[in-house]
């Protein structure tokens, strides 16, 4: 019974917070959150460093994803040492990728690709658990169940991706083609759903010339099919299928990343079928042969075993320092940039 409480819960939540990114994100406003003076210039005048809601809501999603992560596997019995070792080794290696396979495929700096991130993270991921079992493992006197760590990492993952669609929003990336140039079916079906991005520096307008047109609402869309995934990842693998678990979430978010993208206007390499959809297949294959390299029996997971170990202030410093490594990653703007200028308030002396 707890475990359906528990998903209720987690889904009213997140979809909560999932609608009022909707309707709010899009906006202007929500696009900068801070601005850092870093330089003086003439006349008075700072060069800023721009601090971005993108880099907010991408470092909340980081850590709802590990925070999911952490919490199955620990229901299913995985010592913290050993998850917290993990989660370092994969985000050593995939938070580089999403710079440097962007970089690769489209050309440009300053970008960041979660799917080329997911198919580092899933090629490395079992070996990396391998590696620590021989290790930490032996000395410590434990053994990592390879497929059901994989699942709750897909579950942290599909989780995290849901909830990151809404620094996209944010920021005016991974957009969705502008409603005028879909089937008329598709304007039917989008005429009272759909984004409209405000401000010249969304990269939308930027990029495209997109400001102010009714678009496809890709991000929301992909947002609420991941969330709805998530959970039904979660309530498999508490049930004692982290194999099922592991299926439904990479064959739910790789299949609709590789229709998504046929729904995009943002640039993705100058391939009709593009890099990232090559990888959400390749992603695939890759997890069904490891699925046979290493099997899945059932592992029994307790919910509350798992909510404990969340609750220990050694994961609680954990999770904070993923919070603001995420954010140092994705929140300085590198593609706009500012300048603050300070006065005295004559009337308030």
Request: contains cysteine; glycine residues 12%; charged residues 10%.
């Amino acid at each position: 019974m707890e475990v359906i409480i528990f998903i209720i819960g987690m889904g009213g939540a997140m979809f909560g917070i999932l609608a009022w990114g909707f309707f709010a994100l899009p906006r202007e406003k929500w696009q900068m959150a801070a601005v850092l003076p870093v330089k003086k210039l003439d006349r008075g005048q700072w060069q800023g460093l721009n601090l971005t809601w993108y880099g907010i809501l991408s470092a909340n999603a980081y850590t709802l994803g590990v925070v999911m992560a952490v919490m199955l596997a620990g229901a299913a019995g995985v010592p913290l040492s050993a998850l917290v070792l993990l989660t370092l080794l994969l985000l050593g290696i995939t938070v580089p990728a999403s710079k440097i396979v962007a970089r690769l495929v489209e050309k440009k700096k300053g970008t960041l690709t979660v799917g080329g991130a997911v198919f580092t993270g899933v090629v490395a991921a079992p070996w990396l658990i391998v590696l620590v079992n021989q290790n930490l493992g032996r000395a410590a006197g434990f053994s990592m169940p390879v497929m059901a760590v994989m699942a709750s990492l897909s579950i942290g993952y599909t989780f995290g991706e849901g909830l990151g669609r809404l620094a996209c929003l944010s920021f005016g990336c991974c957009y969705g083609k502008p409603l005028n140039q879909c089937p008329p079916w598709m304007q039917r079906l989008f005429s009272h759903f759909h984004v409209v991005f405000t401000g010249s520096t969304k990269k939308a307008a930027y990029a495209s010339g997109l400001e102010g047109e009714k678009m496809l609402p890709v991000q929301i869309v992909t947002a609420a099919l991941y969330t709805v995934s998530g959970l039904a990842g979660t309530w498999l693998f508490l049930s004692g299928m982290p194999g099922a678990a592991l299926v439904e979430t990479l064959l739910v978010t790789q299949v609709w990343r590789v229709v998504s993208e046929c729904f995009r206007a943002d640039y993705r390499g100058g391939r009709k079928f593009s890099a990232y959809q090559i990888m959400a297949l390749a992603t695939i294959a890759y997890a069904g042969i490891m699925g046979l390299v290493f099997p899945a029996p059932e592992v029994p997971a307790r919910l509350l075993t798992g909510l404990a170990a969340l609750w220990h202030p050694g994961m609680i410093l954990f999770f904070q320092g993923i919070w603001l490594a995420a954010f140092l990653h994705a929140g300085r703007s590198s593609v706009t940039g500012s300048r603050v200028f300070f006065h005295v308030v004559r009337d308030r002396i």
